[in-house]
């Protein structure tokens, strides 16, 4: 059963576009939802992250967007740049601090072209 | 800096041999995850750690073991490899405490089983 849904899977958008990734979760016990890059050959860094008690959060370009009801958070990268070309995970957590380990959504493959 | 170290970037194994997968960091975090990523299929956690000797399967233990003699080691076990276990396997690692924090991750081993 898969926890964590995100689409699309990949996404071409052109250069200074808003590429918007989107997630959905199932279990309510959530509670801590981050956003990974990964770039080929690099292990994932975390981008940002947010807890269901706000509904934004915003870092540079990157915002999240965070729906409890509707149990959805997406990610909004503003005026993208080549080097954005990535692979983004979104990922979610339950309480209980950092001895739990993330659960992943599939991945979404960007790509901002020039 | 967080510093997390995979023993190896490329690994070829034959099938049947018994492969260690080794991570060491230097940040003194309580937990430690290992994970495999496979191209459509994100990011799934094999195995965890949250204290020295203690393990707990992730979603996809069949076929890995693992070892954590020392807080900074933790150790991945393929005890026969299989060529479905060629994969890039990931190593992370998380502060303890009662919230949710960041993970670090290695660079990754992409292993390949013939």
């Known amino acids: 059963q898969q926890q964590v849904k995100q689409s699309p899977q990949s996404l071409i958008v052109q250069k200074g576009g808003i590429p918007i990734i989107n997630c959905a979760y199932e279990?309510?016990?959530?509670?801590?939802f981050p956003w990974y890059q990964q770039f080929p050959g690099k292990g994932p860094a975390l981008l940002i992250a947010?807890?269901?008690?706000?509904s934004e959060k915003k870092e540079g370009r990157f915002t999240i967007s965070f729906n409890k009801s509707a149990k959805q958070f997406s990610l909004h990268i503003m005026d993208s740049q080549p080097g954005d070309s990535a692979t983004y995970f979104c990922a979610a957590s339950k309480a209980g601090g950092g001895a739990d380990g993330l659960t992943f959504g599939k991945g979404t493959h960007l790509i901002i072209q020039p | 800096d967080v510093k997390v170290t995979q023993s190896s970037r490329y690994l070829v194994k034959r099938t049947g041999e018994k492969v260690f997968l080794e991570c060491v960091q230097d940040?003194?975090?309580?937990?430690m995850f290992w994970y495999r990523q496979d191209p459509g299929l994100g990011l799934r956690l094999i195995y965890f750690?949250?204290?020295?000797?203690?393990?707990e399967k992730g979603d996809i233990p069949e076929g890995y073991s693992v070892s954590r003699e020392k807080k900074e080691r933790f150790s991945l076990i393929l005890e026969s490899a299989s060529t479905n276990q060629t994969s890039m396997y990931l190593c992370a690692t998380r502060s303890g405490g009662v919230m949710n924090t960041e993970a670090f991750f290695g660079q990754g081993t992409r292993l390949t089983v013939v």
């Open positions: 940040m003194d975090h309580e937990n």
């Open positions: 279990n309510t016990a959530f509670d801590y």
């Open positions: 947010i807890r269901p008690d706000v």
């Open positions: 750690s949250y204290d020295v000797k203690m393990k």
